[in-house]
């Protein structure tokens, strides 16, 4: 599966920008994709699950509300848009796909997001 990752960019604080996920290699349906992140000097954290479904399952305390998963399964794609944006979310933000009960897991190669003024 290779995925590549869109969107990122420099915005001011309180923007929005919206991150876009292409999957290939494996029918789309078949994978749950998730959206992290990476700030300078942090461990990669897990933001947002959504189910093969269409069903985001997680949201990490700190988005909720602010950033929205999603997925489009005509166009391969699974989306974050963020809003309200603050510094803190500066990092390089990676979307994973794997495929339920399978050990089996593909990431994108990142998109830098930096919110200052």
């Known amino acids: 599966v290779q995925l590549v990752e869109s969107g990122g960019g420099l915005v001011q604080p309180g923007g929005s920008l919206r991150l876009s996920c292409v999957a290939s290699?494996?029918?789309?349906?078949?994978?749950?994709m998730t959206w992290y992140r990476q700030r300078p000097g942090k461990e990669r954290e897990r933001l947002a699950d959504i189910s093969t479904i269409g069903k985001p399952t997680y949201y990490e305390d700190s988005v909720k509300g602010r950033f929205t998963i999603s997925r489009d399964d005509v166009n391969n794609t699974a989306d974050l848009q963020m809003n309200s944006l603050k510094s803190d979310d500066t990092a390089v933000y990676y979307c994973k796909a794997d495929v339920p009960s399978t050990s089996g897991e593909y990431w994108g190669q990142g998109t830098q997001v930096t919110v200052s003024s």
């Open positions: 290699g494996l029918p789309f349906e078949i994978l749950r």
